[in-house]
């Protein structure tokens, strides 16, 4: 495919993302998840859409809808990338009531501009507990002097606001590790160690557990050892699992993951039958994911994006090449645009780049928001470096965003 074609499968996404973020800002609707995760997954790709963002942004801070969709993905996006549109959307929303909600005050952990400074201290010292916790996160990962207070308001956290503390505020931080510094994490530690306390959903728990670990706090490891022996029969597999993904060269004590204790270990509920931390596995080739991959990718074709994707990581990682027809198949009979989109992301990535392409090109005219944002991933990847593997296209990240509509 030449270099025009991914770009016009680019210009087609963009022009779909504009659209509709018009139309929801009109009017807010059901697409909005799956529109955020689209966007999110295209802008590193396009200054378009981060453009697009910027300008959702600036509407939605003069409303205070700081729960919409699109204004946690446009922060996290914009953050992410190191947009300079950024930091003066940032200081308008810090200023509002609530200090532009806990996606603004995510977004700062990773701004370093000093002009934050005042905004961020007054959010750390307001009344709301959760609001206040956030600020002072955000001031600790800045680089500023923070003191003992985040240990005293952790003891304070709700339930419901320790939720909404996990997903907006802690999971960024877990997802870009790599970069905030050891020291930061280091700082949270105490205050983590507190909401483990209290914290019943493991999923959550090894959440808060992994930012403590990598600040060098020895006791979440600790504690995750213990419960392995030391508590109920029905939690010690859970727990193994606990352990592996703290310290893999544990390993997994011989516990195979299964629907219901990947379901625990996701930081989403229960209900939503994540299975991430599945798929975590796989990526890491531990052995004993491989029987619920198989299980997943049983049905023939195969029936949904799970199981696409537990066929693809067993024909990449398991060295189960069968299971490429698999992915194939779906790519050319699938009714679903969406799955085509997805098995064309999977094809790049186990090699199959015309085939990807070719499918990609025949997703360009599709309805479907997703198989577009596919298409334009797999075409953007392919003109990345002189058409040369630009790294892989169906991540952890891209799959949630796209496929699930999950902007975390």
Not at 71 to 88: F, S
Not at 113 to 135: E, N, V
Not at 303 to 323: I, M, P, Q, T, Y
Not at 332 to 338: I, K, V
Request: hydrophobic share 45%; glycine share 8%.
């Amino acid at each position: 495919m030449q270099k025009g074609s991914g770009t016009s499968a680019l210009v087609a996404v963009e022009r779909r993302i504009g659209g509709e973020i018009e139309s929801t800002l009109r009017k807010r609707n059901p697409i909005e998840p799956r529109l955020a995760g689209a966007a999110r997954a295209i802008a590193p790709h396009s200054v378009q859409v981060r453009t697009l963002l910027a300008s959702a942004l600036k509407e939605l801070v003069k409303v205070d809808a700081f729960d919409r969709e699109l204004y946690g993905a446009g922060m996290r996006a914009l953050a992410e990338n190191g947009d300079k549109k950024l930091g003066a959307l940032l200081a308008s929303a810090l200023k509002t009531e609530d200090f532009g909600g806990l996606p603004a005050l995510s977004a700062a952990c990773f701004v370093q501009d000093p002009a934050l400074g005042p905004s961020l201290a007054r959010a750390a010292a307001c009344s709301k507990t959760q609001l206040a916790f956030a600020g002072e996160v955000a001031r600790l990962f800045r680089g500023e002097p923070t003191g003992p207070r985040l240990f005293s308001l952790a003891a304070r956290i709700k339930e419901a606001h320790r939720i909404a503390l996990s997903i907006e505020l802690l999971l960024p931080l877990c997802l870009r590790q790599h970069e905030v510094s050891e020291k930061a994490c280091a700082g949270l530690g105490d205050a983590l160690h507190v909401l483990r306390g209290s914290e019943r959903h493991l999923g959550r728990w090894l959440l808060m557990a992994e930012i403590a670990h990598r600040g060098g706090d020895p006791r979440p490891l600790k504690e995750a050892i213990e419960r392995t022996t030391t508590g109920p029969d029905s939690s010690r597999a859970a727990w193994s699992l606990v352990v592996w993904a703290l310290d893999p060269n544990r390993g997994t004590g011989g516990t195979r993951p299964t629907s219901e204790l990947v379901a625990r270990l996701s930081h989403r509920p229960s209900a939503d039958r994540d299975t991430g931390f599945l798929f975590r596995m796989a990526h890491a080739r531990v052995e004993v994911a491989r029987p619920m991959l198989e299980a997943l990718a049983r049905t023939k074709p195969l029936g949904d994006d799970v199981a696409l994707r537990a066929a693809f990581l067993l024909a990449k990682n398991f060295d189960r090449s069968e299971f490429l027809r698999e992915v194939i198949d779906s790519s050319e009979t699938s009714a679903r645009d969406d799955i085509r989109g997805l098995a064309a992301a999977a094809l790049w990535d186990l090699g199959d780049r015309e085939r990807a392409l070719g499918v990609a090109s025949t997703l360009a005219e599709s309805p479907d928001l997703a198989a577009l944002a596919w298409g334009a991933l797999v075409t953007t990847a392919a003109n990345g470096s002189g058409g040369k593997r630009s790294g892989d296209v169906l991540t952890e990240t891209a799959f949630r965003r796209v496929q699930l509509g999950w902007i975390e």
